[in-house]
């Protein structure tokens, strides 16, 4: 299974969603800008850009709050990013408004995408203040975590948010 992404202005991402028909998955906006999701096997026309589904649980909801954590991945690196993340606890699901997670592979990219969603805000950011988010990311600056390994970041990641 793959997702398909656009990015764009209301006018434009609406084009796109009267393409998909039934299959969008999500239409989420970030002040002007609007996000849609479609997870399908294949699409008949262009997207922005697309990934493979590696993880995934939940359901993606329209009316909720997504986090797309955007991390860029040398050639190199990706075996060992994909295995931290086939071996992760899954506490995150565990945690009050966690709503949906998927882990995405590039297609046409470096840059790998940890999408979540949450029933809001508030959820997401109690979920950074938990105890869970502290044990899944405790290696995260130590020798034994992978962001101090050599080359297998090539950039910083960033983080996007939408409603």
């Not at 239409?27 to 997207?47: T, V």
């Not at 994909?82 to 945690?95: K, M, P, V």
Request: glycine content about 8%; charged content about 30%; overall charge negative.
């Amino acid at each position: 299974m793959k997702i398909f992404k656009w990015l764009g202005n209301e006018r434009d991402v609406l084009k796109v969603k009267q393409q998909s028909g039934n299959g969008v998955k999500a239409h989420l906006r970030n002040g002007e800008e609007h996000l849609l999701l479609l997870e399908a096997e294949s699409i008949p026309f262009e997207c922005d850009e697309s990934y493979e589904i590696l993880d995934r649980t939940g359901e993606l909801e329209p009316g909720r709050f997504a986090v797309l954590n955007n991390i860029p991945v040398s050639e190199e690196g990706r075996e060992l990013f994909e295995q931290r993340f086939q071996n992760r606890a899954g506490l995150i699901e565990q945690e009050p408004g966690f709503v949906a997670i998927r882990v995405l592979r590039p297609l046409d990219s470096d840059t790998y995408v940890i999408l979540t969603m949450w029933e809001n805000e508030e959820s997401f950011t109690g979920w950074q203040q938990s105890q869970a988010y502290s044990k899944a990311h405790a290696k995260r600056g130590t020798k034994e975590g992978i962001d101090k390994r050599p080359n297998i970041f090539p950039r910083a990641s960033f983080v996007t948010t939408y409603k």
